[in-house]
């Protein structure tokens, strides 16, 4: 009887469900409109329903990527940054005397913030913002590529119904559609 407890509280303790997010937006580059996509999974367990933080992506066209994490200050706003190499990142908006405020040392640039994850979790709110600072440096050699430019105006995701999966004793991550990331 007590094998047969244990084995049964183990099933329950290993079942778990993975979430999608997702959301897309649009944006005008060069002329044509491009599609984003932000996206991330969160894993539940029966007892834990509130999950574990995980890294939000943004997929934009050409395969650029950002991935972005919580803030190392475990601030309770909800909000995620993009933290990225100072050598290839020019600040967009700030006087060059003032670029000391996004680095956070010398080898990093906040480049980005995300907010609204939780809040569609938790609330159902129909969107998230990603607001973008940082600029790619201009290398002549190479083409210029379809990307997110930096904005003083958030980025607005519009936020698809998340997609669940239950397992007992694998959690497969579900992959997001990023066939809707391009530029035509």
Not at 11 to 39: A, M, P, Q, R, W
Request: charged share 25%; net charge neutral.
């Amino acid at each position: 009887m007590k094998n047969t407890l244990a084995l049964v509280f183990i099933v329950l303790l290993s079942g778990c469900t993975n979430h999608l997010y997702s959301g897309t937006t649009s944006y005008e580059f060069n002329g044509k409109t491009c599609h984003s996509i932000v996206y991330w999974n969160d894993l539940t367990h029966l007892f834990d329903q509130d999950g574990k933080a995980t890294t939000v992506i943004i997929k934009a066209p050409k395969g650029r990527s950002y991935s972005l994490t919580p803030p190392n200050d475990n601030s309770v706003d909800g909000s995620y940054e993009l933290i990225l190499p100072t050598g290839d990142f020019a600040d967009e908006f700030a006087d060059s005397d003032d670029i000391t405020r996004y680095k956070t040392n010398d080898n990093e640039v906040f480049c980005g913030l995300f907010k609204g994850k939780e809040a569609h979790q938790k609330a159902n709110v129909r969107q998230t913002e990603f607001t973008l600072y940082c600029k790619k440096n201009v290398r002549p050699i190479r083409k210029s590529i379809d990307r997110m430019q930096p904005s003083k105006q958030p980025y607005i995701f519009a936020m698809n119904e998340p997609v669940e999966a239950f397992s007992w004793f694998k959690s497969r991550e579900i992959k997001a559609d990023i066939s809707v990331v391009k530029c035509e």
